[in-house]
């Protein structure tokens, strides 16, 4: 009938995303209102439209695209921080302040094993296989050092801070602020090179402390400031 009267036999709907007909070669976002799951109990985020860089040297995952998004496990939704808060990432510094310390215990080790092979008889074969060994030792622990900074995460929440790590376990911590006894930040002759930190919680039950490391230094800082002054607001009932 349409067509009789020169009109298209079909016309798109003006928003493809909303209720009601959709383009044929249109795709069904990932989440409501076009919005992208982050990842195992990260909840959504809005959708990326370009390539922005973490000015930290860190990025959230599924932010700009600079790190994919981890599966998603049914039980990762224990994890979930709740109250539409994200877990806030550590920089990916801490990868490389990992590598950085395995090759330096490598090359020591590496070189030391591999003139006592030679001496004891094993020749330059047996010295170039303990060296293939330990690289090959090297780029997994490097491999590992990564998927572990992808698995840690932080929230600070009302009355609590929230972390969560772990690549084949993973653990979640509650640390209540009011139980906070102190906070301290340290960083080593490599992390401070790097200019990262280290941000410790300490409390009354050893069980319940929480480390966050790989922090940029000018993001420990504050951290520490803010957690104290909770920590203080907490304890005296305010």
Avoid: C
Avoid at 85 to 102: G, M, Y
């Amino acid at each position: 009938m349409n067509a009789s009267r020169g009109e298209p036999p079909y016309e798109p709907a003006a928003n493809p995303g909303s209720q009601g007909a959709a383009h044929p070669l249109s795709s069904p976002s990932p989440g409501q209102g076009g919005a992208i799951q982050d990842g195992p109990g990260l909840g959504a985020s809005p959708s990326v439209t370009g390539q922005a860089q973490d000015p930290g040297g860190y990025a959230a995952y599924g932010q700009g695209g600079a790190v994919a998004a981890p599966p998603v496990y049914q039980a990762d939704q224990a994890f979930a921080p709740g109250n539409g808060l994200h877990w806030s990432p550590i920089s990916k510094r801490h990868t490389w302040h990992r590598l950085l310390t395995a090759v330096l215990w490598a090359v020591p080790v590496g070189a030391l094993g591999a003139f006592l092979v030679w001496r004891n008889g094993g020749g330059a074969v047996a010295a170039a296989m303990w060296l293939a060994a330990l690289m090959l030792v090297v780029v997994l622990a490097g491999a590992m050092a990564e998927l572990g900074r992808r698995s840690f995460g932080y929230a600070e929440r009302g009355d609590d801070l929230i972390v969560t790590y772990g690549v084949l376990v993973k653990r979640l911590i509650v640390v209540p602020y009011g139980r906070m006894q102190f906070v301290d930040v340290t960083a080593g002759l490599l992390e401070r090179w790097m200019g990262i930190a280290t941000v410790r919680m300490h409390t009354a039950a050893a069980a319940t402390d929480a480390t966050i490391p790989g922090l940029p230094a000018a993001d420990a800082g504050p951290l520490r400031d803010r957690l104290a002054r909770k920590g203080e607001e907490r304890s005296m009932g305010l």
